[in-house]
């Protein structure tokens, strides 16, 4: 079979990887791929959200099955070209992918089929948004209504904040035109969890939890970035948990989509906060994380390829999904000056990995033979081992073996996880 992979990072990387193990596979395509996929996946170069490019790239090159990645393309409708086209594809539909593209869509769903989340309020005029941060309970949290890139959502700890949150958004257009209408919601406290899920619109399969670490320095201080590091499994994340997630929170979301006329048919990613007072859906993602497909693929033992088609059939409950045991960790190398600033075009010097290491190049190009830097997040050192202290023990050693100038990563990867697992004792 050839594959068609539309992305050009870390996530994109991981699942080409993981892709490759089946033997059925021939030759996989990336479009635009990066020069780091390059190794791994003939890249097409140009750009993920190039509907037309993506459709002539599936003809021009035989494709017999098309991965569709980012949430940009998949909220543009990218699958629902490639599939009018006859090639069948994993993600969802437009009309399935609004539940990342706006959140007051996924808000107003699970405030009409009971699933638990914060309260929240969503404004599209600014004066009403302004009168209404002078009386909510603080902190509160202001989220841009569409993608921003993972960076639309603002803490507010005191009502200036949120009233330059507000403005900041509907008025200076901070996020574009995603921020024209804001959601403001309940601030709710508890661990943090990241579950992704293979769905076909009929049946779930919740993958291995993970921990995502989104601040820039250790101890969660500085900027928020796309995430600076993964582990899973996520301690927090107990089997009587899981299964309270999937009587209340996983099969009613798929039967409401369901319902609504917008069967989700690929990875639906449900980012959950464990408050006191149960679960809550902090929200929803039409695909995979991003680093935490670096730590959830890896310790896949089933055929990715097998569950993607399955997915795409509609056959999912028929097929086997099955997770190791052991534990992983991703640890994201950046560049200094991330999420702001930054040099580029720093060669990469890359060791020889071992057999349960992983390198994901997410911000690299190629030239004259030599890899070189070209994002913020330049690539993810993952490892897997057979507790999650060895697995994080391996990922740093990983880590430390590969040089760029100015590279720098958080030390603290996994130390919360840790804490847990220390505390479960």
């Known amino acids: 079979m050839n594959i068609l992979v539309i992305g050009g990072g870390g996530r994109e990387h991981a699942i080409i990887q993981k892709l490759k193990e089946d033997p059925r596979v021939e030759k996989i395509f990336a479009l635009p791929g990066n020069g780091g996929i390059a190794a791994d996946a003939i890249c097409l170069g140009g750009s993920a959200v ?5 459709v002539a790239a599936a003809r021009d090159n035989s494709i017999d099955f098309v991965v569709v990645a980012p949430d940009d393309p998949l909220v543009l409708g990218m699958v629902d070209a490639l599939e009018a086209e006859g090639f069948p594809c994993f993600g969802p539909r437009k009309n399935a992918a609004v539940i990342e593209g706006s959140k007051a869509f996924s808000k107003d769903l699970m405030k009409k089929y ?70 403001i919601e309940e ?9 992704l899920s293979f769905t076909d619109g009929e049946t779930v399969v919740p993958m291995v939890s993970s921990m995502d670490h989104k601040r820039a320095l250790d101890g969660d201080q500085g900027l928020n970035t796309g995430g600076m590091g993964t582990v899973a499994p996520n301690p927090y994340y107990t089997s009587e948990i899981a299964a309270e997630c999937m009587e209340k929170i996983f099969l009613p979301t798929i039967r409401a989509m369901k319902a609504e006329g917008r069967p989700f048919k690929g990875c639906l990613y449900f980012g959950l906060m464990l408050t006191a007072e ?3 859906v902090i929200e929803y993602n039409c695909r995979f994380g991003d680093p935490e497909t ?8 089933s055929s990715l390829l097998e569950i993607m088609l399955a997915v795409s059939k509609g056959t999912l409950a028929e097929t086997e999904v099955k997770f190791s045991q052991k534990s992983a960790c991703c640890v994201i190398l950046a560049s200094r000056g991330y999420p702001q600033k930054y040099d580029k075009d720093l060669p ?45 023990g391996k990922a740093y050693a990983l880590a430390d073996r590969i040089h760029f100038d100015n590279a720098f990563c958080r030390r603290d990867i996994g130390q919360r996880a840790l804490k847990a697992l220390e505390e479960k004792k």
């Open 187 to 195: 601030f709710l406290t508890g661990p943090e969890v990241s579950v």
């Open 50 to 54: 190039d509907i037309p490019a993506a």
């Open 294 to 301: 670096q730590v959830v693929l890896p310790l896949l033992e």
């Open 114 to 183: 009971g699933i638990p989340t914060a309260a929240y309020e969503t404004f599209t005029d600014l004066s009403r948004a302004l009168a209404y941060v002078e009386a909510c309970p603080l902190p509160t949290v202001v989220k841009a209504d569409g993608l921003a890139l993972g960076k639309g959502v603002l803490i507010c700890e005191t009502r200036k904040e949120a009233r330059e949150a507000v403005r900041s958004m509907m008025e200076g257009r901070l996020f574009g035109d995603s921020g024209a209408t804001v959601v």
């Open 278 to 280: 149960g679960p809550r």
């Open 348 to 392: 990469i010097t890359l060791p020889a990995t071992e057999a349960d290491e992983r390198i994901y190049i997410a911000g690299a190009t190629e030239k004259d033979g030599k890899l070189l830097t070209s994002g913020g997040r330049v690539l993810g050192a993952a490892a897997v081992a057979e507790d999650l202290p060895a697995a994080i």
